[in-house]
């Protein structure tokens, strides 16, 4: 079975940092874009970043993030990060790692295998 499983998720308050993990299980991740999405109750699900094969490109689709999150790759370990710095109550979501074949088009961003996985929770609160 193809997974992404997702990780790294807490509480935190304003200002604070968390580095979510995503690892492929049963598959070899760098061979696919992979990107974070997020989703808070009762909103859309929101675009969050985008990190090619190569990893040598990241789009931020969300401006709001751009200088605080950064996005990467350990291929030895098959894991893509999210590390968040500087959170702010608006981060709070659950966040959820996909294939993102077009980083700015969310509607095509899909699981492996057509299962999402569980996400992990990030709350940004005082």
């Known amino acids: 079975q193809l997974q992404l499983v997702e990780s790294g998720g807490g509480l935190v308050q304003p200002g604070g940092s968390l580095r979510l993990s995503c690892v492929g299980s049963?598959?070899?991740?760098?061979?696919?874009?992979i990107g974070w999405f997020r989703q808070a109750p009762g909103k859309e699900r929101e675009g969050v970043a985008c990190?090619?094969?190569?990893?040598?490109?990241?789009?931020f689709v969300d401006d709001s993030v751009q200088g605080r999150f950064t996005i990467s790759r350990d291929n030895a370990k098959n894991t893509v990060y999210l590390e968040m710095i500087s959170l702010k109550p608006e981060d709070t979501g659950r966040y959820y790692c996909?294939?993102?074949?077009?980083?700015?088009?969310?509607?095509?961003?899909?699981?492996?295998?057509?299962?999402w996985g569980q996400g992990t929770q990030v709350t940004v609160s005082s």
């Open positions: 990190l090619s094969r190569s990893g040598g490109t990241s789009t």
């Open positions: 996909a294939q993102c074949p077009s980083p700015s088009g969310l509607s095509r961003w899909r699981p492996m295998d057509g299962s």
């Open positions: 049963g598959f070899t991740l760098e061979h696919y874009n």
